[in-house]
């Protein structure tokens, strides 16, 4: 037999094929993380039975990854949905759904108070691609009725809006559609306290960096619902590149785990902060649906029994000086973070985060003032956070 007969593979050859085991039979602990941008076939045969639905199988991470649809069914079982698709972003989900269900001509029904940037991609989509909306107060069925057109396609609304933190009353909302579907983004109250399908929502999705995930430090978006749609909007997303990478699918599930546990934790602290904070003279107001001073307060014991969540705002005194000021004396304890639902406690300001894409006016007519501060609470104990508070808005009041 010659060396060459042999001889091993060069260490080149070596180097670029390594990293495999041999096959095992033991389950690990944890889920594995599917780092790879594509998967082997053995042949077209198989490539064509994946590719048609008939074998459960992958082909490549923007058309589908196993971290991907671990995560997605996971927050579809939590929201009682049937399927569900992971995006790079929150954002990216609600432009995969849209992108998919409407077309030049088509009409949605919109909440006027709506996260900043939801309001921005519908506006975009009126100017740039011929769709048209109506923004309506959701408070008023017979304004959403009225509102409803024949080319009307979808509804949108927030189930507790951002940043005033108004809890919407989603079955009054869906039978004054009739048959339009509605989308809910969910995000604040996440399944834990609020399963919008429960009520008639045809689609819910979530920026599941924030509460879902629950640890800042992944960007990522999900949006369930009934199959059918799923798999329509799933095409949107694989088509114009908008996929989660499967990291951040994975730290998303791993986040998952703790969530009922965290949302009765900062709902059980926001509630002792909103009340601590409605006793201060630098504060003239404060939103929390946990409140009976809130107006959606009645339908947030109806809706969110469970608990009312972990955001709340509240204006101060002295407009956006004051609210610089206060994050000023702020900043080594509760950090001016332009997100929330991290693990630590957070300050916003959304007249120059969240809706600074709005006009003055429009943020006017939403509630939004320049001295309105909101607070996303976190893990930390209420009683040193109320201290934190406390200590600052009296240097603020002097």
Not at 76 to 97: F, N, Q, R, V
Not at 200 to 208: D, K, M, T
Request: charged share 15%; aromatic share 6%.
């Amino acid at each position: 037999m010659s060396n060459d007969a042999i001889k091993s593979p060069s260490d080149a050859t070596i180097a670029a094929r390594g990293g495999w085991v041999p096959e095992f039979v033991t389950r690990p602990s944890a889920p594995p993380i599917y780092m790879t941008t594509a998967f082997d076939l053995d042949d077209l045969s198989q490539l064509d039975a994946i590719a048609t639905g008939r074998e459960a199988g992958y082909i490549y991470t923007r058309d589908g990854n196993p971290n991907h649809e671990a995560f997605a069914a996971d927050v579809a079982k939590l929201e009682g949905a049937d399927a569900g698709i992971t995006c790079a972003s929150g954002m990216g989900a609600l432009t995969a759904a849209l992108l998919a269900m409407l077309k030049t001509g088509d009409h949605i029904v919109a909440a006027r108070v709506l996260y900043g940037r939801t309001g921005q991609l519908i506006n975009h989509l009126c100017s740039s691609f011929g769709v048209t909306v109506s923004y309506v107060d959701i408070t008023d069925p017979a304004a959403i009725r009225a509102a409803c057109t024949p080319k009307t396609q979808l509804g949108l609304i927030e189930s507790v809006s951002n940043p005033l933190v108004e809890v919407a009353d989603i079955p009054a909302v869906v039978q004054a559609l009739g048959s339009v579907p509605l989308m809910v983004d969910n995000t604040f109250a996440t399944p834990s306290l609020l399963r919008p399908i429960q009520y008639g929502a045809q689609l819910v999705w979530h920026s599941a960096s924030k509460y879902l995930n629950g640890h800042g430090d992944v960007m990522l978006g999900v949006m369930v619902g009934a199959s059918p749609l799923m798999r329509k909007i799933r095409g949107a997303l694989s088509l114009y590149g908008m996929n989660s990478n499967p990291m951040e699918s994975w730290l998303g599930s791993r986040g998952l785990r703790t969530l009922p546990l965290r949302m009765t934790r900062v709902s059980e602290t926001a509630l002792t902060v909103a009340t601590f904070l409605g006793t201060q003279s630098a504060v003239t107001r404060v939103y929390y649906p946990g409140l009976p001073s809130h107006p959606t307060y009645a339908l947030a014991q109806r809706l969110m029994p469970r608990g009312q969540g972990g955001m709340l705002a509240f204006d101060l005194k002295g407009g956006r000086a004051a609210v610089d000021a206060l994050f000023r004396l702020l900043s080594e304890a509760i950090p001016f973070s332009p997100t929330l639902a991290d693990a630590r406690t957070t300050l916003s300001y959304p007249a120059g985060t969240s809706h600074k894409f709005m006009t003055a006016a429009e943020r006017a007519a939403c509630g939004i003032s320049d001295g309105l501060v909101r607070l996303s609470i976190g893990l930390e104990d209420a009683s040193d956070l109320i201290k934190e508070l406390r200590d600052a808005l009296s240097r603020l009041a002097d």
